[in-house]
């Protein structure tokens, strides 16, 4: 096996009322350090993750959503997001925050990291992983 | 094979940490390597050597630190997560000015990156959670 591994982290749970968001995140900014293949998953309420507008100021908590944006900048360029967990939570793309990072091998043009991924897709992508990390 | 355990929930209140700890034996019976034992999110909270449950039920902390002593695992329990939820060893206790700490034995306190490790160094990551 190659000294890179596949890391997929997958996001299944709301932003707020648990901590397990935050602390999943914490958890990619950490692991951006040791150069893996770095991927994340959002499905289930994950989705609910990256539906952008944020307003945190009456839950007394702070507002991390910027960190997801700032993801380009950790090297992560794969964030895959389940279309059928959108779709029934009556959302679309539209609603999701926008994520990009820097293609080294295209003069460093922005590129939308974010891909839609059907329920089969995303069964093959978690297949695919060599390490999954499940919050 | 290589093993990483990670647990993510703490004692009593979901059974991951119970599932954990008996995924554990049966793997070291079977003869697998347990590289370590990474405890994050609440399942720091199994790192207390203050908890006292009922004398007739099982006392996980314990039971974790015994196993640790026999196997010689390696328990690390994340710092970041450990300073949110008040527990602390020796160092952190002085670090931050505290009058007290309740680490158990066998479980250590480090970083995020100590997970990472586990995950490029082990065969398979096996998380437990809610």
Not at chain 1, 42 to 56: A, C, E, M, P, S
Not at chain 2, 50 to 71: C, G, N, T
Not at chain 2, 79 to 98: C, F, S, T, W
Request: charged residues 30%; proline residues 2%.
């Amino acid at each position: 096996m190659s000294d890179v591994k596949k890391f997929l982290y997958v996001n299944r749970k709301a932003p707020h009322g648990t901590i397990y968001a935050l602390e999943s995140l914490e958890v990619v900014l950490i692991g951006a350090a040791f150069e893996q293949d770095v991927a994340l998953a959002f499905l289930d309420d994950g989705v609910f993750q990256l539906v952008k507008g944020w307003d945190t100021s009456e839950l007394g908590a702070k507002n991390f959503q910027p960190a997801y944006t700032a993801l380009g900048d950790y090297d992560v360029q794969k964030v895959y997001v389940e279309r059928e967990s959108l779709e029934e939570r009556g959302l679309s793309e539209d609603d999701l925050i926008e994520m990009t990072y820097e293609d080294e091998d295209d003069d460093f043009a922005e590129k939308s990291s974010i891909r839609i991924v059907s329920r089969e897709e995303m069964a093959k992508i978690m297949a695919d992983a060599d390490v999954i990390l499940s919050f | 094979m290589k093993l990483g355990i990670v647990v993510l929930e703490g004692p009593y209140q979901h059974e991951a940490s119970d599932t954990a700890y008996n995924f554990t034996v049966a793997a070291l019976e079977k003869g697998h390597e347990v590289f370590r034992v990474f405890f994050y999110h609440d399942g720091v909270n199994n790192a207390t050597r203050l908890m006292v449950p009922p004398q007739d039920d099982r006392h996980i902390q314990k039971r974790w630190s015994e196993l640790a002593e026999k196997h010689n695992l390696d328990l690390v329990v994340c710092v970041a997560a450990a300073q949110r939820r008040g527990i602390l060893d020796e160092d952190e206790m002085k670090r931050h000015g505290k009058d007290a700490n309740n680490i158990a034995p066998g479980f250590r306190i480090s970083g995020l990156g100590q997970l990472i490790e586990a995950g490029i160094q082990c065969d398979r990551l096996v998380f437990f959670g809610d």
